[in-house]
């Protein structure tokens, strides 16, 4: 996902190394790296956030209709967003 936005011009490479470096160096990261995907994450979100691209509420509904789909779907089937059952 991170490749296609910046592939569609919406942040550069610098703007995002930046924003990767700064959750990678907080306090209290993991020094064997275990939790990288949840900085990278985070840096994805806080990036979308300062451009306005995507508010952090917008992104945490869309994270939470996800979860809902997830456990409305049967095992071995796709998860699709349209399986969301609702809050």
């Known amino acids: 996902m991170t490749v296609a936005l910046?592939?569609?011009g919406l942040f550069s490479w610098s703007e995002w190394a930046q924003a990767l470096s700064s959750e990678v160096k907080r306090?209290?990261?993991a020094a064997d790296g275990h939790d990288y995907y949840e900085h990278w994450l985070a840096?994805?979100?806080?990036?979308?956030?300062s451009?306005?691209?995507?508010?952090?509420?917008?992104?945490?509904?869309?994270?939470?209709?996800?979860?809902?789909?997830?456990?409305?779907t049967p095992h071995g089937k796709p998860i699709l967003l349209e399986n969301d059952p609702g809050p």
Not at 43 to 49: K, T
């Open 51 to 72: 451009k306005g691209l995507a508010a952090k509420s917008d992104v945490d509904a869309m994270a939470e209709a996800w979860e809902r789909a997830a456990h409305a």
């Open 43 to 49: 840096a994805l979100e806080s990036l979308l956030a």
């Open 27 to 29: 306090p209290g990261a």
């Open 6 to 8: 910046h592939d569609k």
